[in-house]
């Protein structure tokens, strides 16, 4: 399993952007999936998270209202839509998978399989 993450990049505070995350070597179905970013100097940290159904969401609280998180099987690909970016948003994002046996979203990394190799964010002020 590979995923791929894209859609960072350098934007301005109060702008937004959408990341997304592709799967490749097996279907995002059945998968719960998250969404973890690391800024420099800092752990990696949980930032939202989505049950395999779609159907329950979890969020860090410094994202909350901000953040997004959405899937499409059918294009076994995982969205994170950020609004409102701030500068302490800034840090590299990885998505991860998991395949079953969770009925909510996990918000800790030991409970992902796979991992994606990141992508940028920095949000100037």
């Known amino acids: 399993v590979q995923l791929q993450a894209s859609g960072g990049g350098l934007v301005q505070a109060g702008d937004s952007l959408r990341l997304s995350c592709a799967s490749s070597?097996?279907?995002?179905?059945?998968?719960?999936l998250g969404w973890f970013r690391q800024a420099p100097g800092k752990e990696r940290e949980f930032v939202a998270a989505?049950?395999?159904?779609?159907?329950?969401?979890d969020y860090t609280d410094s994202v909350k209202g901000r953040f997004f998180i959405s899937r499409d099987n059918a294009k076994n690909t995982m969205y994170l839509q950020m609004n409102s970016l701030k500068p302490e948003d800034t840090a590299v994002y990885y998505c991860?998978?998991?395949?079953?046996?969770?009925?909510?979203?996990?918000?800790?990394?030991?409970?992902?399989?796979?991992w994606g190799q990141g992508t940028q964010v920095t949000v100037s002020s």
């Open positions: 070597g097996r279907p995002f179905r059945g998968a719960a």
């Open positions: 991860a998978s998991r395949y079953g046996g969770v009925y909510t979203p996990p918000k800790k990394g030991d409970n992902y399989e796979y």
């Open positions: 989505i049950t395999s159904s779609g159907g329950i969401t």
